[in-house]
């Protein structure tokens, strides 16, 4: 019941496909099979599954209830309750604590350039950890500089010393 295919051009619904109540499907949604076994080799979607336009949800896999696949997707794993997969092959993309998007807005403040509250692309984790690394960087020559300039050596003056990381300009890249 109350099944939704939002602009229904090339979507395929393989024949053991099991679709629940009030799930979405966008354009070019696919719900196919892996093999040509006699039985149960499409996709049950569980009740309120949205699935993203050009999503391929492959095999006799389960969607959770209330799982989103994002737009082109390939998903070949269930998908948990209330989970959201995306990419290629499809990872579950894991929430995030408020101390970590705390953590995060401090350091970074707003970012206009799709990294959300609740980044967990794997990409944009590499990112963070690098920043973080360099922050760290930064503190720890500081402590060195420190303490050769408390031994006589004048460290500033005798090598040119990198800025500290300014996430001001971070943040207009």
Not at 71 to 86: C, H, R
Not at 94 to 101: A, D, G, P, S, V
Not at 126 to 140: E, G, M, N, P
Request: aromatic share 4%; hydrophobic share 40%; proline share 3%.
């Amino acid at each position: 019941r109350r099944v939704f295919i939002d602009h229904g051009m090339g979507v395929v619904i393989g024949e053991t496909a099991v679709i629940g109540d009030d799930c979405t499907l966008y354009h070019g949604v696919t719900l196919g099979g892996t093999s040509w076994n006699k039985g149960k080799r499409h996709p049950t979607l569980e009740q309120g599954v949205v699935i993203g336009a050009g999503a391929k949800v492959l095999g006799p896999i389960v969607i959770g209830k209330g799982a989103k696949i994002g737009s082109n997707a390939v998903v070949v794993k269930d998908v948990p309750e209330n989970a959201t997969a995306v990419g290629i092959p499809a990872r579950i993309l894991e929430q995030e604590t408020n101390k970590q998007r705390d953590d995060m807005a401090e350091k970074i403040g707003f970012s206009a350039y799709a990294v959300s509250d609740n980044a967990n692309d794997p990409m944009t984790k590499a990112i963070h950890a690098l920043l973080d690394h360099a922050a760290a960087q930064d503190v720890k020559l500081q402590e060195v500089m420190a303490q050769l300039n408390k031994l006589g050596a004048d460290v500033e003056s005798d090598a040119e010393v990198g800025k500290a990381f300014d996430v001001d300009a971070f943040k207009k890249l």
